[in-house]
């Protein structure tokens, strides 16, 4: 087995530094994430891929739970995503609507970790995105109760041709089970990887009408 105890790269990017930084964490979010659109070409193969985490109530005891899902959309109320509003994860939500979303771009050295409170968004939203995915997305939203037990693979392709059957013609509709959440944030950390495990950490907290920014050692 390899030795994962000498699996180590340094980081060097340039520092973070407090009077640098813009007052809004979502103008820095913007240009992070232009920044990592615009790294394709680094291999940064899914720039808006994030990591969700939510809270479980397991009987007595609190589960954490975390999955990847794709931004969507941001925008002054917080962070767009889709889901199936019955899965594990939109459960999860139901009984307790602290989340956490976090990105990691590996090629800049960064990472965003955002806590904040899902919200659904209005039926008008869900309907214009769920309008300009491909067919086969449409038609497998339908089919795919997420997060259930499945007998076996042909269970799930039965569903998906009964799926594509019963809308034979486009637009297929969303269902009512499917839609999007938008992370209201209250607090946003920006981390960038330096020299020495010296990284940098700012992290804006929302108290009540304002951001402030303050460090966190590393
Ligand atoms: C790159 C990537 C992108 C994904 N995007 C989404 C997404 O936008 N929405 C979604 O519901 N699941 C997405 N998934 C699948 C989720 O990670 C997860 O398997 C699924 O939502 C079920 O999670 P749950 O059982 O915890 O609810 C994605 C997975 C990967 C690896």
Redesign the pocket.
Known sequence: MADLRRERIDYEADPLLEAEVPSDPFVLFGEWLDDALAAKDQGLL?PT?MTVSTVAHDGDEWQP?A????LKGYDERGFV????YE????REIAANPRVCASFFWMQLSRQVRIDGVAEKISAEESDDYFAIRPRGAQVGAWASR??AEVANLAELETAYEEADLRFPDDPVPRPPHWGGYVIVPHRIEFWVGRRSRMHDRLVYTHNETRWTVGRLAP
């Open positions: 899914e891929a739970q999955r990847v899902a794709l995503f889709f889901t199936n899965s594990a994860k939109g997420q997060s």
